[in-house]
C-alpha cells in the first residue's frame, strides 16, 4: 500500500530565515505530487505541483518554491521566511485511476509552520 | 473568483440524523467532483467521489449527488455519528488528460452530537 510521510510535523521559525519541508510517498513509481497550504480559516490552495522528476509547476507568485529530486521526493523551500507564510503545509500524491483520466489524491499528515 | 463554494462554514446535526452538506461551482468544465474529510492537525482523508456521468454514488453512510444543471453537489450522512465531526471539503476537477489539479472549496465543519 501506498503511503506518504511529511517532517518535521510543527516548526517554529522566525521571520526572514529559511524554509525547507520535505515529502516523501511510498509503495508507488512516477506519482504526480502537490504542496497545498491551508492558511487559518481558509481552505486548501494549490502552491505547486509535479509531475515528473525536475518538473515544477507553480500555481501562485509568492517567496516559496518547490522541487523534485527523486520520483518519490517532494520539496518545499524558502529563503526568506514572511509572517504570511504561516499556515498548516499539505503534501499529497495522484495517481491515474483506471479507465479514467481523473485524479484522486491523498494527503500527507500535514506540516503546522508558525512564523513569528 | 471561487469556482467552488461552500456557503455554510458549519453544521450541526444530533447523533442518528442525516447530515446534509452542500457545495457549488461555477466553471461548466469540471467533471470529476470529491469530498474529503478533515480532522484538526491533520491531512484530508478522501472519501468519495462522482462523475459527471451520473448523478449519484452511494458508500456505505455516504451518499454524494450531482445536479450539474444547478451546478450543484451534496454529501448525505445517514445515520450521522458523532466521529463524524471533522471540517468535510468539496473539490473539483476539470477533467482528464493532463489536467491533474483539484479545486477545493473553503470547507464546512460538522458537529454531530450524542
Known amino acids: 500500500s501506498q503511503t506518504i510521510h511529511q517532517w518535521p510535523a510543527t516548526l517554529v521559525q522566525p521571520v526572514g530565515s529559511p524554509l525547507s519541508l520535505e515529502c516523501t510517498v511510498e509503495?508507488?513509481?512516477?506519482?504526480?505530487l502537490y504542496w497545498y497550504r491551508q492558511a487559518a480559516g481558509r481552505g486548501l490552495q494549490l502552491l505547486f505541483y509535479s509531475v515528473g522528476i525536475g518538473q515544477i509547476s507553480s500555481e501562485v507568485p509568492q517567496n516559496l518554491s518547490a522541487s523534485r529530486p527523486q520520483d518519490r521526493q517532494f520539496i518545499l523551500s524558502s529563503k526568506k521566511l514572511l509572517l504570511s507564510d504561516s499556515g498548516f503545509y499539505l503534501c499529497a500524491w495522484s495517481r491515474i485511476l483506471p479507465g479514467q483520466g481523473h485524479y484522486e489524491q491523498y494527503f500527507g499528515p500535514g506540516t503546522r509552520l508558525t512564523v513569528t | 473568483d471561487q469556482q467552488v463554494k461552500q456557503n455554510s462554514p458549519s453544521l450541526s446535526v444530533q447523533e442518528g440524523r442525516i447530515s446534509i452538506l452542500n457545495c457549488d461551482y461555477t466553471?461548466?468544465?469540471?467533471?470529476?467532483f470529491l469530498w474529503y474529510k478533515k480532522y484538526p492537525a491533520e491531512g484530508p482523508t478522501f472519501l468519495i467521489s462522482?462523475?459527471?456521468?451520473?448523478d449519484k454514488n452511494e458508500d456505505g453512510r455516504f451518499t454524494v449527488f450531482l445536479n450539474k444543471s444547478a451546478k450543484h453537489l451534496s454529501l448525505h450522512i445517514v445515520p450521522s455519528q458523532p466521529g463524524d465531526s471533522a471540517v468535510y471539503f468539496c473539490?473539483?476537477?476539470?477533467?482528464?488528460?493532463?489536467?491533474?489539479?483539484?479545486?477545493f472549496g473553503k470547507g464546512t465543519l460538522l458537529t454531530v452530537n450524542p
Open positions: 462522482i462523475s459527471s456521468i451520473k
Open positions: 473539490a473539483a476537477s476539470a477533467g482528464g488528460g493532463s489536467n491533474y489539479k483539484l479545486t
Open positions: 466553471n461548466s468544465m469540471f467533471d470529476y
Open positions: 509503495g508507488t513509481s512516477n506519482p504526480n
